[in-house]
Structure formats: structure tokens, C-alpha cells
């Protein structure tokens, strides 16, 4: 057994979100292409008798640290698989928005998975750990995997997508989060209001092929994420905030998953630079930072 193992982890941002029908198990089928970006949590488990948690970082205090952390609901599903009572101090260093719509907590729970499966000594396949992963949340096996990948069915079955290159990202944080619940049942509401049906979703041509060349600029055009009208009804100054970039020249603005993160899409890394700037100066966002993707998903460092 090894004493304290610390696992790095990275957000995502949805490049194609399609949401299609709700199901009788309250979830929606989706297409759901994730992209990982370099802006991290870190997970670190040392020994101990029972399993604890503590958040370190900015937003530390909006994190639970009951039974409803989502890395101790993983150490401890973890622990039951293996059918023995482990514990572990775990320490969460937190960088990712939390309830932004970057999926940190969903990262958290994965770099759990890793760190506890190493510091427990139990060399389960990753094939096992994506099992666990997917019973925790619909966004926890692609902490794991990392890359750019298509998730379908309620996000959790992967397919790695191809890209060429690397591409730069601004993100805008804003204050307090969304619940992603709340965003998909005010998406099933307003289609119901305007008589839309939603039809069964399909990966965009243009978005794989634009992944594919690694061409920033098809990209950005082929964004798309059926959440964000959801997302701006209920938080309003997230249209502004897109706009802003948009007028400072990104290639794509779009909100980040459930929200109320917004991701925009730069031409180069010098322009991501300066886009982080108009956008921190205009006053639209609590804070800016830039990331780009894709890298891989949960670590060992
Ligand atoms: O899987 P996860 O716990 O992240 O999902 C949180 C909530 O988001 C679900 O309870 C559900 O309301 C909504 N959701 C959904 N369809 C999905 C994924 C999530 O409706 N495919």
C-alpha cells in the first residue's frame, strides 16, 4: 500500500450538447461530445481508518462534505466493490467552477476513483472503474478517459473522437452556479411551450470533420448546446456575456454544459490572451481564464 496518492483531473466543455427526449428514468438521450480542458482539480488520498473529505481553493465553502460529495460517494462505492470497509482522508484542491457546467464535481469523483484504487491497492481495469463511474453520474466516466469523445445514451457510453491539434479556450466564470437539473427541466419546458418535439440526436458531420482537421474556425461555427437557451432563461446575463465575446472576435461562444460557465472559442493562444482581457475588462463574468484542449482525463502525478 502506498501512504497518500494525488491524482490530477480536467474539466470539460460540451462541444456538441443535443438533447434529445426525456426518458421514463428522468434522464435525457443525448449527444454529448466532451472536450477536456487544462484547467484542473487535484484529488489526493492518504490512509486513514474511515473516509473523510476536505475542499481546498476559492470556492471551497460551495462544495458539500457530507454524504453528498461526490468524491466520497465514489471512494466509498470504490470500497464496496472491493467488499472491504477502506478508508481515506481525501483532499480536494479545487480550480473548476463549481456547479459551472464544467463538470467538476463529476472530476472529482473520478480522480477519487483512481487515487483510492491505487492507495487501496486493487488494480481494477479501467473498464471496472468506467463501471463505477457511470453509476455516480452521467459525466464521471469521461473525467476518466479525457481526450475529445462522443457520450451517448445519458452521456456515459464513450466513443474517443479524432482531432488534430490543440484549441484555445476563454472561459468566463460567473458568480454561484446553476443546477443542472433545474437547467434541463426549464430545456423540457420550453419546448413544450413552443410545441417542439424533440427528434433523437445525431453527432454534427461538420463538428467531427472541423475535430478532425483541427480547423478552430469550422469549429467554432458547428458549436452548438440545447441547454444554453435554458441556461440564459434563468440567468439572463449570460446573453450579454456571449456577446461580449463574440464582439472580441471568438470563433464560438456557447455556455458550458448545464451552465452558467461561458466557453469561447479563440483563434491562437495570443488571441485567447486578449480575448480573456475584453472580456475581464467589460465587466460581464466574476473572472476569466484560459484553458485549452484537448488533454487527458484523471492522472496520476
Ligand atoms: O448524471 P448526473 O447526476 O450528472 O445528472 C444530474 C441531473 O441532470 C439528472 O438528475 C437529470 O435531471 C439531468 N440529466 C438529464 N439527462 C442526462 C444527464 C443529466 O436529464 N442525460
Redesign the pocket.
Known sequence: MTSSVTVRVPAKVNLQLSVGPLRDD???D?VNVFHAVSLFDEVTASEADTLTVRVVGDSAAQVPVDGDNLAIRAARALAARAGRPYGANLVIRKHIPVAGGMAGG?ADAAAALVACDRLWGLGLSRDDLREIAADL???VPFALLGGTAVGTG??ETLSPLPVSGRFHWVFALADGGLS??QV?GECDRLREAAGQRPGWPALSPALAQALRDGDAKALGGALVNDLQPAAIMLRRSLARTLEVGREHGALGALVSGSGPTCAFLAESEVHARELAISLAGAGVCRTVVGAYGPVPGAVLV
Do not use: A, E, I
Open positions: 428522468g434522464f435525457h443525448l463529476s453520474g452521467s459525466d445519458r452521456g443542472t437539473p434541463y
